[in-house]
């Protein structure tokens, strides 16, 4: 075993046992997050059709496994905190030079990658298994950011209820429910998979990109964890014809195709500049990208772009406006007017949060599937076997 202390002082315990580039972690310290449980539902947040790569484990009491930023969390909630541990890193492998602590960015941008002809030089082991690249000074910001903690949730709750009636009574059942702030890239393939798509299909479908074309990051208790794939992985001539293979029918192409056109207008750094754009802005030049359509852009605009006026309109949020707010729809089907027509009325309703507001109704109408959420066999057996 090696044992070494990084610059906080927390205690990491990792197994010298690698296999291609993959992190086999024993245990890590737990950090925390002052985080009441009247601000937050875990379990609701990473499970309600945001994200689609958390899974349930009891690990000495129930907490979440999940991947984002390039990283494998573990979470745990209890009445005041939430207590977190990174379990894998893309960057635990890299030999890099650090340029500086201060500047580190969740993708690690700021750090030089190559080769060093003599790690000894630069103060460093030469091995696999020291955590290099100084990317975990930022991991619990990481983890706010995210969860968008620093949002005054209580007082949208108080301004919608005052506005709504029918938002005051959903809200005394999900109290607290937060828009999760996800990167643009997987945000935008893992939506493209929930076009005429179920919750229930989406989420093997998206673990199947992954364990395709995503970095293995790791090996845990018998399952493995891979990193979302990079634009030129999905970009590949052949990936239309492995993801037919894999189930994804009329979407294969789509993916493929939007990988390219995203890697023409600037790759993930253009997609990530529109977040400095206007809501309309953004939004124009998402649905010109091959497969995305007003909803999918706007569940992009929403999670990923820091543009809480969007409101995706699909069957739940359309029955929402009809059934509950006496919303009269003149078309059968859900044409681009009356999509725009439904988005601005819980617009002018709800205010500049509104896609907050939608998501805890969207959340208060669809079931719980905490089946399809855990870290099990059968899921991964479902996976696999559609390989």
């Known amino acids: 075993m090696l044992f070494f202390r990084n610059r906080k002082l927390c205690l990491w315990s990792i197994t010298t046992r690698m296999s291609n580039n993959v992190r086999h972690l024993s245990s890590t310290e737990w950090d925390t997050i002052d985080c009441k449980a009247n601000n937050l539902q875990l379990d609701t947040n990473l499970t309600c059709g ?3 790569r ?93 969860l968008q903690l620093e949002i005054n949730l209580h007082e949208l709750y108080q301004q919608w209820s005052m506005k709504d009636k029918q938002f005051l009574g959903v809200s005394k059942k999900f109290p607290c429910v937060r828009v999760l702030n996800q990167e643009p890239l997987e945000t935008l393939f893992s939506f ?43 970009a590949q001539a052949n990936t239309d014809k492995e993801l037919r293979q894999l189930g994804f029918g009329y979407r294969a192409p789509f993916i493929s195709q939007c990988a390219k056109k995203v890697l023409q207008n600037g790759g993930e750094e253009w997609l990530s500049s529109l977040e400095n754009q206007s809501y309309e802005d953004a939004m124009s030049q998402l649905i010109q990208l091959p497969g995305v359509g007003m909803k999918v852009a706007d569940c992009i605009c929403l999670m990923a772009l820091n543009k809480p006026c969007a409101v995706p309109v699909d069957t739940h949020v359309r029955q929402i406006a009809v059934r509950d707010y006496g919303y009269k729809i003149k078309a059968k089907s859900l044409t681009n007017k009356a999509y725009k027509d439904i988005g601005g009325f819980f617009r002018s309703m709800w205010g500049p949060y509104a896609g907050w507001a939608q998501a805890i109704l969207f959340v208060a109408d669809t079931k719980p599937l905490p089946s399809l959420y855990t870290l099990s066999k059968n899921l991964d057996k479902e996976i696999h076997t559609q390989k």
Request: charged fraction near 25%.
């Open 54 to 146: 958390w899974r349930h484990f009891n690990d000495d009491g129930p907490t979440m496994i999940g991947v984002f930023s390039h990283r494998v969390w573990q979470l745990k909630q209890t009445s005041n905190f939430i207590h977190f541990r990174v379990l894998a890193c893309s960057h635990w492998s890299i030999k890099v030079v650090p340029i500086s602590d201060q500047n580190d960015t969740p993708g690690c941008k700021a750090l030089k990658r190559r080769k060093l002809s003599s790690p000894k030089k630069c103060g460093y082991k030469d091995t696999k298994n020291t955590r290099l690249c100084g990317c975990h000074l930022r991991e619990k910001e990481i983890l706010i950011k995210y």
């Open 192 to 234: 493209l998979c929930s076009v005429n798509n179920s919750i229930s299909r989406i989420v093997p479908m998206v673990e199947r990109m992954c364990q395709k074309y995503g970095d293995k990051l790791l090996d845990f208790n018998g399952f493995e964890f891979y990193d979302f794939p990079s634009l030129n992985k999905l």
């Open 50 to 52: 945001q994200a689609f």
